[in-house]
């Protein structure tokens, strides 16, 4: 790994380059980025007292990821993927992550849609069909989206109809695969529509790395993924909308870790949610704001059937988990000359359901039914105060949440303030720089509260958790000078009150741990198109991101498990408008990670180990092959992952596709 810390050092450094000591007069000022996850309203990215990814639409289109796990993962971000199929995918940030199940209120990463909660935190659910860009707030987000938003917050802001345009493209790839798209907006009359449909399959169960071992039971029957965004427009700032999407994986299988297969598992999963708002505002008087009311439901169906490690007797196994959810916000925003401010409410309602059932012979039957019910009423405000013609930034908000679970006829409440305080300097166009403080929390969620059973082991809940707490604070600088990109930073986080599980005989107990957890690191994203100073009539663009822990210590001084040391993404694109040719290599390092051996014939078992340390890289590439005018025009479109056919996992036991193919056409109106 020190060759690959090494080459994303040289990179960043051979970007920045002898231009920046060129006059300011000279500089040729980038296109402003708008974002509005950090302070729930439209602002400068430059303008922002936090640390943010903006992942534009033209990067989602152009690499063809098919959810939102496999673009983050292109963006140095530790993504593990579980099972192998892809359809359950953990996200870490600074440390921090999501949780494995894919119920949010479970992990330390928030994931929105369109600045509400998306009702899960499995970024495999989250279609990319229809979106306008991706959001990454690195670092706390708690006073502005309450529970959970202590690593960061993924927001996905979807498309809204203006100019007529349409996309549609199909292909074929690996192992019977085969994938389509089509996307089509417009406007009208003061009527905007924008809306996708994504759909994927794979018949075949795939092949690992160089060992080609197929991997039985990794085939998808489909993936289904859909937006649609509508709204109409009146009084000129006035606008209605409704915006509907989900994503579908149905009959996926569910193989196992490879000392352990499940050739007849199957799964089944979604995500289906509908929002209807309002937006309107004043402008002479500076005033805007915002209602929506949203609702839906994420689900998660098994069914198994496997034979008894000590009987031999076939067991049959099913479980469900639906988590129907309903929320609303309402927000107040004032801006006039050097003053932005902004409050609100949100409240959220969650209701979960699960279901198993298991006729294991060894243990009794075991059937259940639970349900357990959550709701969160948050009340916050936000400042922000730029002078000096935006050299001087301020920020800070508070914001106060009250939760209560109810479970068993019983109930918990729990009650939250997180404030936070941030600063930018903007010294030159180009050159900016930022620091920020704020805390954040996850109040207890309802499994760990309630308890429940998974295969053979039995979680006791304990309704006397309390909720886990976070202080974190970063500094950094960001350069946008002609085409270079460059930024970096450097974060602390202290965390406290960890909910774990203890053993309590052969079962387990949820329990907060005493003491504080420490992480300390740097991230870096820098890009620079080399050709540019030539005036070349292409662009080749080096560029790296990167996450670096130089600490992830438990309170008795332990690395913390299933963290990643390093995650890095880094490559060189190739843009060449007037053949109509983009070609990508991008190379991806997966850090090392400190884990239990979970393989019970292994004589460690039980015992700390490491995985990761892996490297392997994909190739993207699209030629226009026919350009009418005015008419649109068709590409052709090909990717060749895990070049080198490398053997690797991102979760113990459960090995990656080796190397793959896509191939498919295009077209753009």
Same mark, same amino acid.
């Given at each position: 790994?020190?060759?690959? &810390?090494?080459?994303?050092?040289?990179?960043?450094?051979?970007?920045?380059?002898?231009?920046?000591?060129?006059?300011?007069?000279?500089? $040729?000022?980038?296109? $402003?980025?708008?974002?509005?996850?950090?302070?729930?309203?439209?602002?400068?990215?430059?303008?922002?007292?936090?640390?943010?990814?903006?992942?534009?639409?033209?990067?989602?289109?152009? *690499?063809?990821?098919? +959810?939102?796990?496999?673009?983050?993962?292109?963006?140095?971000?530790?993504?593990?993927?579980?099972?192998?199929?892809?359809?359950?995918?953990?996200?870490?940030?600074?440390?921090?992550?999501?949780?494995?199940?894919?119920?949010?209120?479970?992990?330390?990463?928030?994931?929105?849609?369109?600045?509400?909660?998306?009702?899960?935190?499995?970024?495999?659910? @989250?279609?990319?069909? /229809?979106? $306008?860009?991706?959001?990454?707030?690195?670092?706390?987000?708690?006073?502005?989206?309450?529970?959970?938003? @202590?690593?960061?917050?993924?927001?996905? #802001?979807?498309?809204?109809?203006?100019?007529?345009?349409?996309?549609?493209?199909?292909?074929?790839?690996?192992?019977?695969?085969?994938?389509?798209?089509?996307?089509?907006?417009?406007?009208?009359?003061?009527?905007?529509?924008?809306?996708?449909?994504?759909?994927?399959?794979?018949?075949?169960?795939?092949?690992?790395?160089?060992?080609?071992?197929?991997?039985?039971?990794?085939?998808?029957?489909?993936?289904?993924?859909? /937006?649609?965004?509508?709204?109409?427009?009146?009084?000129?700032?006035?606008?209605?909308?409704?915006?509907?999407?989900?994503?579908?994986?149905?009959?996926?299988?569910?193989?196992?870790?490879?000392?352990?297969?499940?050739?007849?598992?199957?799964?089944?999963?979604?995500?289906?949610?509908?929002?209807?708002?309002?937006? =309107?505002?004043?402008?002479?008087?500076?005033?805007?704001?915002?209602?929506?009311?949203?609702?839906?439901?994420?689900?998660? *169906?098994?069914?198994?059937?496997?034979?008894?490690?000590?009987?031999?007797?076939?067991?049959?196994? !099913?479980?469900?988990?639906?988590?129907?959810?309903?929320?609303?916000?309402?927000?107040?925003?004032?801006?006039?000359?050097?003053?932005?401010?902004?409050?609100?409410?949100?409240?959220?309602?969650?209701?979960?359901?699960?279901?198993?059932?298991?006729?294991?012979?060894?243990?009794?039957?075991?059937?259940?039914?639970?349900?357990?019910?959550?709701?969160?009423?948050?009340?916050?405000?936000?400042?922000? &105060?730029?002078?000096?013609?935006?050299?001087?930034?301020?920020?800070?908000?508070?914001?106060? +949440?009250?939760?209560?679970?109810?479970?068993?006829?019983?109930?918990?409440?729990? /009650?939250?303030?997180?404030?936070?305080?941030?600063?930018?300097?903007?010294?030159?166009?180009?050159?900016?720089?930022?620091? /920020?403080?704020?805390?954040?929390?996850?109040?207890?969620?309802? !499994?760990?509260?309630?308890?429940?059973?998974?295969?053979?082991?039995?979680? #006791?809940?304990?309704?006397?958790?309390?909720?886990?707490?976070?202080?974190?604070?970063?500094?950094?600088?960001?350069?946008?000078?002609?085409?270079?990109?460059?930024?970096?930073?450097?974060?602390?986080?202290?965390?406290?009150?960890? &909910?774990?599980?203890?053993?309590?005989?052969?079962?387990?107990?949820?329990?907060?741990?005493?003491?504080?957890?420490?992480?300390?690191?740097?991230?870096?994203?820098?890009?620079?198109?080399?050709? $540019?100073?030539?005036?070349?009539?292409?662009?080749?663009?080096?560029?790296?991101?990167?996450?670096?822990?130089?600490?992830?210590? +438990?309170?008795? =001084?332990?690395?913390?498990?299933?963290?990643?040391?390093?995650?890095?993404?880094?490559?060189?694109?190739?843009?060449?408008?007037?053949?109509?040719?983009?070609?990508?290599?991008?190379?991806?390092?997966?850090?090392?990670?400190?884990?239990?051996?979970?393989?019970?014939?292994?004589? *460690?078992?039980?015992?700390?180990?490491?995985?990761?340390? +892996?490297?392997?890289?994909?190739?993207?590439?699209?030629?226009?092959?026919?350009?009418?005018?005015?008419?649109?025009?068709?590409?052709?479109?090909?990717?060749?992952? *895990? @070049?080198?056919?490398?053997?690797?996992?991102?979760?113990?036991?459960?090995?990656?596709?080796?190397?793959?193919?896509?191939?498919?056409?295009?077209?753009?109106?």
């Amino acid at each position: 790994m020190k060759k690959g &810390i090494a080459l994303s050092l040289f990179l960043a450094a051979g970007l920045i380059g002898p231009d920046l000591a060129t006059g300011a007069e000279e500089n $040729e000022k980038v296109m $402003e980025k708008v974002v509005v996850t950090a302070g729930r309203v439209e602002e400068k990215a430059k303008n922002v007292t936090q640390a943010v990814t903006v992942i534009s639409r033209e990067e989602i289109a152009k *690499n063809q990821q098919s +959810d939102l796990g496999h673009l983050l993962r292109n963006h140095g971000f530790q993504v593990n993927a579980y099972p192998s199929t892809g359809t359950q995918s953990q996200l870490a940030i600074r440390g921090m992550r999501s949780s494995l199940m894919g119920d949010d209120s479970q992990g330390s990463i928030l994931v929105l849609v369109n600045g509400r909660r998306a009702g899960t935190d499995n970024v495999s659910l @989250i279609p990319l069909i /229809n979106v $306008e860009r991706v959001e990454v707030l690195r670092g706390p987000a708690a006073v502005q989206y309450g529970s959970s938003a @202590i690593g960061g917050v993924v927001n996905i #802001i979807t498309r809204r109809g203006e100019k007529l345009a349409a996309t549609a493209e199909a292909g074929i790839g690996s192992w019977s695969g085969g994938r389509a798209l089509g996307e089509i907006s417009g406007s009208a009359y003061g009527f905007d529509a924008s809306g996708g449909v994504s759909w994927l399959t794979q018949k075949d169960s795939y092949t690992t790395g160089r060992k080609s071992d197929v991997y039985d039971n990794t085939n998808i029957e489909y993936g289904l993924g859909y /937006n649609l965004n509508i709204g109409y427009t009146f009084l000129d700032t006035h606008r209605i909308g409704i915006n509907y999407q989900g994503v579908k994986h149905g009959d996926s299988g569910s193989p196992g870790d490879i000392n352990g297969l499940t050739p007849s598992d199957r799964v089944n999963r979604q995500n289906e949610s509908v929002d209807f708002t309002y937006e =309107g505002g004043y402008r002479d008087a500076g005033l805007s704001w915002m209602g929506r009311y949203f609702t839906g439901a994420y689900e998660y *169906n098994y069914k198994g059937l496997y034979n008894d490690m000590f009987s031999g007797l076939p067991i049959s196994s !099913l479980s469900s988990d639906r988590n129907e959810y309903q929320g609303a916000q309402g927000q107040l925003s004032f801006s006039k000359s050097f003053l932005t401010l902004t409050g609100g409410v949100d409240w959220l309602n969650a209701k979960r359901s699960q279901k198993n059932f298991n006729s294991d012979p060894f243990y009794g039957y075991d059937i259940r039914d639970n349900n357990i019910r959550q709701e969160d009423l948050g009340i916050f405000a936000l400042a922000k &105060i730029s002078l000096f013609d935006d050299f001087l930034i301020l920020s800070g908000g508070i914001r106060n +949440d009250n939760y209560t679970t109810e479970f068993k006829g019983d109930s918990k409440k729990y /009650n939250s303030t997180t404030p936070s305080v941030g600063i930018a300097v903007n010294p030159l166009d180009w050159l900016s720089f930022r620091a /920020n403080y704020g805390e954040s929390f996850r109040v207890p969620n309802t !499994l760990a509260v309630m308890g429940y059973r998974d295969g053979f082991s039995n979680y #006791i809940g304990n309704p006397n958790l309390d909720p886990e707490k976070a202080q974190s604070w970063d500094v950094g600088a960001d350069v946008h000078y002609k085409s270079l990109q460059l930024g970096a930073t450097y974060f602390e986080t202290n965390y406290k009150d960890k &909910i774990t599980y203890q053993a309590v005989g052969f079962d387990r107990q949820f329990q907060n741990l005493p003491g504080t957890s420490r992480f300390r690191g740097i991230e870096l994203q820098a890009s620079y198109d080399i050709a $540019e100073p030539f005036d070349m009539p292409f662009s080749l663009r080096p560029y790296v991101n990167l996450t670096h822990l130089f600490q992830y210590d +438990d309170p008795d =001084g332990k690395r913390v498990m299933y963290i990643s040391d390093t995650d890095v993404s880094y490559g060189l694109n190739f843009n060449h408008p007037g053949w109509g040719l983009d070609v990508d290599l991008r190379v991806i390092y997966y850090g090392k990670q400190e884990i239990t051996e979970t393989n019970w014939t292994n004589p *460690n078992y039980g015992r700390a180990k490491q995985i990761g340390g +892996d490297t392997t890289a994909d190739l993207y590439i699209s030629k226009t092959i026919h350009n009418w005018e005015n008419a649109g025009a068709l590409s052709i479109k090909g990717e060749l992952r *895990n @070049i080198f056919n490398k053997d690797y996992a991102t979760i113990d036991y459960y090995p990656m596709p080796g190397r793959s193919f896509y191939i498919g056409l295009r077209y753009d109106y």
